[in-house]
C-alpha cells in the first residue's frame, strides 16, 4: 500500500481525497395525495455524514403569495446530525390551498437542498356550476356541472340528489334522493326523479358529493315547483 493512502487510512480522509461526500437519499412525504389533514410528515435518510455534520437540517414549505415566493422553515432537526433514518412532522393549516413544495436543508450534504415532495392542500367541497332545473311538473331534471378544481370530485364515492319535501322553497322538511341518480366524478350531470307525492308548491334541490381530499358537502342546485 502507498505510504500516502495508508496515511489517509490511519488518519481519516479529508475532504477532497475520494472519500463518499455526505448525502441526503430517500426523500418522502406523507400524505402524498391531496389532503386536508392538519399534520404532514417527512422522512429521508443521512449517508455517509461520518463524524457528523454541524446542523440544523431544516424542512422547508415553499409558500406562494402575490408579492413572490418563499421558503419558510416549518421543522427542523438540531446537529450535530450523524447517519441514519430521519423523520419529522409538522403541522400545514397556515398553509393556503394548493400545491407546495417540500425540501430538506442542511449544510454540507451535497446534494442539499433535496426535494421531499409536494403537500397538495384542499379544504373545499366540489362545486355544483350552471344549474338547470325542470321548474315544474310530474317528472323533473336538475342538471349541472360537477367540479372540484383542485383535488376532484372522487370518482368512487356516489353523488346524491334530494329534493326537500317543505312546500316554501326552504330547508326544513326531510331530503328525499331522487330516483335517477348521476354518475359519480366530475362533468355535466343529470339526475332526475318524480315530484309525485310531494305537497304543492316549490321544493329546494340539493346535490351532495365529496372531494378525493375527503371534504364532503352540499350544493343548491335551485327550486322545483310541484
Known amino acids: 500500500v502507498p505510504a500516502l493512502a495508508l496515511c489517509a487510512a490511519l488518519l481519516g480522509a479529508p475532504p477532497g481525497s475520494g472519500a463518499a461526500a455526505p448525502t441526503i437519499s430517500d426523500p418522502a412525504l406523507s400524505p402524498s395525495g391531496w389532503t386536508r389533514v392538519p399534520q404532514a410528515a417527512a422522512t429521508w435518510t443521512h449517508s455517509d455524514f461520518g463524524a457528523g455534520l454541524p446542523g440544523p437540517a431544516l424542512v422547508q414549505v415553499l409558500e406562494q403569495g402575490a408579492s413572490g415566493d418563499s421558503w419558510q422553515t416549518v421543522a427542523s432537526i438540531a446537529g450535530p446530525l450523524f447517519d441514519g433514518a430521519r423523520a419529522v412532522e409538522f403541522g400545514v393549516t397556515a398553509l393556503p390551498e ?8 442542511i449544510d454540507g450534504a451535497t446534494n442539499s437542498p433535496r426535494d421531499l415532495g409536494t403537500i397538495r392542500i384542499d379544504r373545499t367541497p366540489p362545486l355544483a356550476l350552471e344549474p338547470d332545473l325542470s321548474p315544474a311538473g310530474g317528472d323533473v331534471a336538475a342538471a349541472w356541472t360537477q367540479a372540484d378544481p383542485l383535488s376532484g370530485t372522487d370518482p368512487t ?28 366524478g366530475d362533468g355535466r350531470r343529470v339526475a332526475r326523479t318524480s315530484l309525485a307525492g310531494l305537497p304543492d308548491g316549490p321544493h329546494l334541490v340539493r346535490v351532495r358529493s365529496r372531494d378525493l381530499a375527503g371534504n364532503a358537502g352540499a350544493r343548491i342546485l335551485g327550486t322545483v315547483l310541484a
Do not use: K
Not at 98 to 105: E, T
Not at 167 to 180: K, V
Open 98 to 105: 394548493g400545491q407546495h413544495p417540500v425540501r430538506i436543508l
Open 157 to 184: 364515492a356516489p353523488i346524491a340528489v334530494e329534493v326537500n319535501t317543505a312546500p316554501d322553497g326552504g330547508a326544513t322538511g326531510g331530503w328525499i334522493p331522487f330516483r335517477d341518480q348521476p354518475a359519480a
